[in-house]
């Protein structure tokens, strides 16, 4: 299969130049490696500009309410865990209004993708600061720059117990699509933070202020196994900016210790005999 393969009738609405073309290429690139089969691929999203994706990939996809792709890519792994299932959000959407579940999700390890196109940017809303826009960048809801710190996706997924915590850049595709690679492979909670440049409404994290300071993890040796040491590296933020993996570790995803469902998942299992018309009667 090849990855135009997955394209929808639909071409993206992005604006030119916008960090969301490589990361939605790379994420069809990742899937086409990897030889999935698209129909037993979920992608829940989000809203935002990020969340419009839902509309141009081919696999099965879930939209789901602002800050909330999380919950049901939890529940859709547990009703059927044979599915690769993957969220989407913005950093708004993944930091601020769906932080308690992406600190959860992080700490049950359940087995998903987060994707996160972190543009530091509300953008779909035109350019309000987010989470993770950087103190003092003036934006439409702080003309006079923001007062806050930044938050470090990275050091909070590790702190929520994520156990596998990396970055990608969308100015690097290949390196990207190989990260969302190993991402999905990982049985557990896996992060990918990916610096995504607004081309329209992010003035600062540029294309070009990327690029002058990304540099590959991977590539200087660091090996992603050690948690003081990653929690060192989260820091690293400036001058030089690391991508790839800062952690991974190998422990039981949450479905893979859930009794009822650990052997066989929901979808497979013999229901018939179960008389749900109190329930019925009682929630619909
Ligand atoms: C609960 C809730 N709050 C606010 C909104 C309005 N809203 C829609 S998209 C959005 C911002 C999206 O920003 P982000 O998640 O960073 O994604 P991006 O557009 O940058 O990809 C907001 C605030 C909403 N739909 N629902
Ligand atoms: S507003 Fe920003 S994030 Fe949204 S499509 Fe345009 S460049 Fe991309």
Not at 127 to 136: C, E, L, M, Y
Request: hydrophobic content about 35%; charged content about 20%.
């Amino acid at each position: 299969m090849k990855p135009e393969q997955i394209n929808t009738p639909y071409k993206p609405t992005w604006c030119p130049g916008c960090g969301n073309y490589a990361i939605w290429v790379a994420l069809k690139n990742a899937v086409t490696k990897l030889e999935l089969d698209p129909a037993k691929v979920v992608v829940s999203y989000g809203i935002g500009c990020s969340g419009n994706e839902n509309n141009f990939v081919g696999t099965y996809t879930f939209h789901s309410l602002h800050g909330r792709p999380v919950p049901p890519a939890n529940g859709i792994k547990m009703v059927n865990h044979e599915l690769t299932v993957i969220a989407v959000s913005g950093d708004g959407d993944a930091y601020a209004e769906g932080g308690n579940h992406f600190i959860h999700a992080c700490r049950g390890n359940h087995d998903i993708t987060y994707l996160v196109h972190n543009n530091a940017m509300y953008s779909l809303t035109t350019g309000q600061a987010s989470p993770t826009s950087q103190k003092g960048m003036p934006s439409k809801s702080t003309p006079e720059g923001v007062l806050e710190r930044p938050l470090n996706p990275i050091a909070l997924a590790l702190t929520a117990e994520a156990s596998f915590v990396a970055r990608g850049f969308s100015g690097k595709e290949e390196h990207l699509t190989d990260l969302i690679a190993k991402a999905i492979q990982h049985k557990g909670f896996s992060l990918v933070d990916i610096l995504q440049p607004c081309v329209t409404f992010n003035k600062l994290n540029t294309f070009h202020y990327y690029y002058e300071r990304v540099y590959d993890l991977q590539k200087e040796g660091y090996q992603p196994d050690d948690k003081e040491k990653a929690f060192k590296k989260a820091q690293e933020w400036g001058e030089r900016i690391p991508i790839g993996i800062f952690y991974r570790e190998k422990r039981p995803s949450y479905h893979s210790e859930l009794f009822q469902i650990k052997e066989k998942p929901l979808v497979g299992q013999n229901l018939a005999g179960i008389d749900i018309t109190k329930s019925m009667k009682e929630f619909v």
